[in-house]
């Protein structure tokens, strides 16, 4: 079968993992070797449906011996197979590098026989492409629950970002979607990876500040924001001592990904299971793909069932609002209303079921206080703390900081002055929020989401 | 540009560097540090970069509000003439960022790659540098035709010689196609991987809105690849790296 050929199963065989982001490390350049990684991150491309093409994402292999229910390339079900030669592989990463189609490479593939033996073809392949074709960019490669420890040690050494994906929210929807598969074998690989970054941790030295980490908390507002960061660098998150750059093994963390809406599991569960995976193994990320019900199995949504992208996006922003604005899961989708509001953001549903908090003050709230304003962010309130010393803000002075008011307005007062046309009305907030949410201020909650990307100023 | 005037430019922008230096707390030695990354200096340049036509006066009221106030200009963010300025430079880096992400490198018969971009503002000497580390095992040209810039690069060099070109000749190393052999094929390749990726039941009809073409704008289309029809068939031509696979 020819190269082109196989790309296509292959990557038709990939497209439903959805992670796919190269964030989170920077390398510099090297003497000799091809390419660099840049801790934004860079999306090159965007599919029909707006998803970001940063990496070359394909399977090693469709292949698989397992029989997951919700898999397109389960043993059982009749596709086309195709395997990647780990030199074919590697090849068309350096040649799509170059072209600035991508910025490196996504490596994953279903079980050929074994863990251990998919693993082996997997290191094969980043060989080639670190050693033979001295290749600097970056790579993610997920693991298979069951791979040996020393296996997943040398993928940890090749790669960037290693990932186990956890599959389903629950214990039992694992063992009733895919019988071989268990918690006990996703949970080792995951601690494994946690334990050697730590390990690693503790024998490098600590970085210097970097200028994104000069504007943690307490930001006193004395010095300019820098010309150019990044939402991420802006978080109230602790972070570690030792950062990326000097590591060997997996300097970029690992993620995981979990199918939402082909099993009951509700958000309040999902967000409580992310966060203690957060805290559990130091993840980067956790990933929620929205099921596509593409396979016809009694044990899964009927194939007309509607793909829950509303409720993807939903998840994304509240995860995203534990992470970096220091919520809490019970918080955004309480064990009374399990189900995150899908007519407006987790953001803004929290503020108008906390409305007795409201109006916060510019001149004097908190940098967290004005986070959990609606459509303030982490910039806009460091713009706020920044521009606040130098003069008393009123309304004009919060847009020329560029700082989308539509919202937020209903929810600030300027040294005391509020926005007579903007009434802390819920009703109301919630009204105008749900007409306009076809506009396009979805898109840009979603872009920082979803690509990680920097943001300006 | 000629001498005089690029002296006397450069006399206002060191001028500039150690005005607004006074006071401020990040300042090395009486000169911006830029270890803010230069909010208060550096984004002159951004600005500076934009086609917009209200760009020289807004420069203009900025600089010479800066000469005013010095190190406060760091703070005065609400004022217009910081806002305006902020808003160009904003606008030249969101479009740097396009040119990272959406110019697209051929592989020409002499083994050097080619792109040719067309930003809405000068971004080639501010992006020279990144694709300089990202590629700096190759000999690489980057042209912007519109503002007549190219960013040179021979390989294993650590930067780019960035130069001002004039119409004709831009324009003639834009349209270059001298592409080697392997091209055809790895573009096609390319087209393959994203016409695989694209799933149903999320399009635009589905979500409401055309996602792609708010990341993706459509004015980069004409220019990417992976839309290009034409990329659809690989022909008979397998580059000998795919041959034996
Ligand atoms: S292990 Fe399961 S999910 Fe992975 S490819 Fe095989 S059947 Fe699909």
Not at chain 2, 83 to 109: H, I, N, Y
Not at chain 2, 162 to 190: C, F, G, H, K
Request: hydrophobic share 40%; aromatic share 8%; proline share 7%.
């Amino acid at each position: 079968m020819d190269t082109y050929t196989k790309l296509g199963i292959l990557a038709e065989a990939a497209k439903y993992d959805v992670a796919c982001t190269s964030s989170g490390v920077g390398r510099l350049p090297q003497a000799g070797k091809l390419g660099m990684a840049s801790s934004a991150g860079c999306c090159h491309s965007f599919t029909p449906d707006g998803r970001c093409i940063t990496l070359l994402k394909v399977l090693l292999s469709n292949a698989c011996s397992y029989d997951c229910a919700y898999c397109a390339n389960r043993r059982s079900a009749s596709v086309q197979r195709a395997t990647f030669t780990g030199r074919e592989l590697a090849e068309l990463t350096v040649d799509f590098y170059k072209r600035n189609y991508i910025e490196g490479l996504f490596l994953s593939s279903g079980v050929l026989g074994t863990p251990d033996a998919t693993a082996e073809r997997m290191i094969e392949c980043l060989r080639i492409l670190r050693r033979g074709l001295r290749f600097n960019g970056y790579v993610h490669a997920k693991i298979i629950p069951g791979t040996a420890p020393e296996l997943v040690d040398a993928l940890g050494r090749l790669a960037d970002r290693l990932s186990v994906n956890l599959e389903l929210p629950s214990r039992s929807s694992l063992e009733t979607l895919c019988p071989d598969k268990n918690a006990a074998q996703i949970a080792r690989p995951m601690a494994q990876i946690r334990d050697a970054r730590a390990d690693e941790a503790m024998h490098l030295p600590t970085e210097s500040a970097t200028p994104a980490e000069r504007f943690q908390k307490p930001y006193d507002g004395a010095s300019p924001l820098p010309l150019r960061t990044s939402g991420p660098a802006l978080t109230l998150r602790p972070r570690t001592a030792a950062g990326p750059s000097r590591r060997s093994f997996a300097p970029a963390g690992q993620s995981t990904q979990l199918i939402i809406g082909a099993t009951p599991e509700d958000d309040n569960r999902i967000l409580q299971l992310s966060r203690s995976l957060y805290e559990q193994f130091d993840l980067k990320r956790v990933f929620f793909s929205a099921y596509l019900p593409i396979m016809d199995d009694e044990r899964l949504p009927a194939c007309d069932t509607p793909v829950p992208l509303r409720r993807e996006h939903r998840l994304y922003q509240a995860d995203w609002l534990m992470r970096y604005y220091a919520f809490s899961p019970d918080e955004l989708a309480t064990p009374d209303e399990p189900w995150l509001d899908l007519e407006i953001d987790p953001k803004l549903a929290w503020a108008l079921r906390n409305i007795d908090r409201f109006p916060v003050e510019v001149m004097e709230a908190s940098l967290e206080l004005l986070m959990r304003v609606p459509g303030i962010g982490p910039i806009g309130a460091r713009r706020i703390i920044g521009a606040r010393r130098a003069k008393r803000l009123d309304f004009d002075d919060l847009k020329a900081l560029n700082i989308t008011l539509k919202r937020a307005r209903h929810f600030l007062s300027c040294a005391g002055k509020r926005d007579p046309a903007s009434p802390l009305d819920p009703e109301l907030v919630r009204r105008k929020v749900v007409e306009d949410a076809r506009a396009s201020s979805y898109n840009s909650t979603r872009c920082r989401i979803e690509a990680n990307q920097p943001r300006l100023f | 540009m000629d001498e005089c005037m690029l002296a006397l430019a450069d006399r206002v922008w060191r001028g500039l560097g150690s005005s607004v230096a006074k006071g401020c707390p990040s300042a090395r030695r009486g000169r911006c540090s830029g270890r803010c990354e230069g909010a208060c200096v550096t984004k002159i340049a951004y600005a500076c970069a934009a086609d917009e036509p209200s760009m020289p006066e807004a420069v203009h009221r900025y600089v010479r509000l800066a000469f005013n106030v010095g190190s406060a200009i760091a703070t005065m963010t609400t004022h217009p003439a910081v806002a305006e300025l902020d808003g160009l430079a904003r606008l030249v880096l969101g479009e740097c960022e396009r040119t990272r992400q959406f110019a697209r490198f051929s592989l020409l018969a002499d083994g050097s790659y080619l792109a040719s971009f067309k930003p809405k503002a000068n971004t080639v000497p501010f992006v020279a540098a990144h694709f300089a580390r990202r590629m700096g095992t190759e000999r690489f040209c980057l042209v912007d035709p519109v503002h007549c810039v190219a960013a040179l690069h021979e390989a294993g060099d650590r930067r780019c010689h960035v130069i001002q070109l004039d119409q004709a000749l831009a324009a003639a190393l834009a349209a270059r196609d001298d592409v080697s052999p392997d091209e055809r094929y790895v573009r096609t390749m390319w087209k393959r991987l994203y016409d695989s990726l694209a799933l149903d039941g999320r399009g635009p009809d589905e979500r409401g809105y055309d996602l792609r073409a708010s990341w993706m704008p459509k004015r980069f289309w004409d220019d990417l690849p992976e839309l290009d029809p034409r990329a659809g068939n690989p022909g008979a031509y397998v580059p000998e790296r795919y041959q034996s696979a």
